[in-house]
């Protein structure tokens, strides 16, 4: 017997998670439907304090406080359990301290430069940041603090993640991928005219096939997940990738939280009757860090994967039995990830944020969802 979860994804947080959690509450009430879970696709901004703005990359207008302090420092529990990617606007100083992933905030879980976790035994895969080509090879180096350089660094996708990511590949159906930035070529899967329309000055990158991350398209034809969401563009985009054997990708691009903009997906799946709706972490995953935790380097010169040129060196690290049955004994077959939050912050500051977000000009009314194809 099945049953079904809602979840609801988002595009760029910016901050604003009063926004996005007031946001969401009107659906609830307007659907009366339960959310279960919310997925953010990056550009969180998870800012504990002004510390944290010096390393957050992004224009003088935008740096901002924001309102997650309301939930990190406990003046606020986060209404629905969120797990969210970074971008290229992130408080990276804080993201650094989680790199395989953890709590940010009780209920707020961050997903680290890539991982999969479960949810209702769906298979959810995250990469955060984004592309690009001239730090892609390096290994992950940037270390607090961080200097004009590593503080965009620091957010550039690197190639020890989609290795791991494409160690995936038959290892069970992934439900959800989530990436910032857009598979390069996706466009093509979609009314691209209708989007050029919207953002014209995307045609040059389009025409070079330059828009978005080459290899996560590589990644989405490769694991076929049913969905894929990004953010990043500022735009809603959908697409639909048809795979062999009748195998579909929706894919869904969000907007950022404006009111009237599309930056909200509300998606109801069947799941197995009586599924917890806990997050685990997933075994093949927790497998492949192992397997391939030798190839992680602290260093900025160019460190290439292995792959099947090699005739000395192994370059399959898909878990054998025995290599996931190792992991099985170290976690005693228990998945479950532990609420394990510590709250470092006494909650000094005032709360303001209502009065805050009205300054900015934002409600919470009408709010919007979009379609896929
Ligand atoms: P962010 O919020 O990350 O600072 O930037 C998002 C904005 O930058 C979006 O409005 C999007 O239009 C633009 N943008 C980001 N990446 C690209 C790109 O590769 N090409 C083009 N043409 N615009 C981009
Ligand atoms: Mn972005």
Redesign the pocket.
């Known amino acids: 017997m099945n049953s079904t979860i809602n979840i609801v994804t988002s595009g760029?947080t910016h901050g604003e998670l009063n926004t996005l959690y007031k946001t969401i509450e009107e659906l609830e009430s307007q659907s009366g439907k339960k959310v279960d879970l919310v997925i953010c696709c990056?550009?969180f901004q998870a800012v504990r304090n002004l510390g944290d703005l010096e390393y957050m990359n992004c224009p003088p207008k935008y740096r901002d406080l924001g309102t997650f302090y309301k939930y990190y420092s406990g003046i606020d529990k986060a209404p629905y359990l969120t797990i969210f990617i970074g971008?290229?606007?992130e408080a990276s100083s804080y993201l650094a301290e989680l790199p395989y992933g953890g709590w940010v905030a009780p209920n707020i879980y961050y997903m680290g430069f890539s991982s999969v976790v479960e949810f209702a035994g769906l298979r959810i895969a995250g990469l955060s940041g984004?592309f690009n080509n001239f730090n892609y090879n390096k290994g992950h180096f940037e270390c607090v603090p961080f200097t004009r350089e590593t503080t965009i660094s620091i957010y550039h996708v690197r190639s020890i993640d989609i290795f791991r990511l494409k160690q995936l590949e038959d290892s069970g159906k992934i439900d959800i991928m989530i990436t910032?930035d857009w598979p390069c070529g996706i466009t093509k899967f979609g009314n691209e005219e209708e989007l050029l329309k919207i953002k014209p000055y995307f045609r040059n990158d389009i025409m070079a096939n330059k828009l978005g991350n080459p290899h996560t398209m590589e990644l989405l034809n490769m694991l076929k997940p049913s969905y894929w969401f990004s953010?990043?563009m500022h735009v809603k985009f959908a697409a639909l990738v048809n795979h062999e054997n009748d195998t579909f990708t929706r894919f869904l691009a969000l907007d950022k939280p404006i009111p009237g903009r599309q930056f909200l997906q509300f998606l109801e799946i069947p799941v197995k009757e009586g599924a917890e709706k806990i997050l685990k972490y997933d075994e093949c995953w927790l497998s492949i860090l192992q397997n391939t935790d030798h190839l992680t380097v602290i260093s900025n010169h160019d460190n290439y994967m292995p792959n099947s040129y090699s005739t000395t060196e192994r370059y399959d690290f898909k878990p054998t039995e025995e290599e996931k049955l190792k992991v099985r004994e170290i976690f005693s077959n228990n998945y479950n990830i532990p609420k394990d939050f510590l709250m470092t912050a006494p909650p000094h500051i005032e709360d303001n944020t209502d009065s805050l977000d009205q300054k900015r000009g934002l409600s919470y009314e009408n709010p919007q969802t979009t379609n896929f194809c």
């Open positions: 760029c990056g550009d971008g290229n606007h984004i910032h953010a990043h």
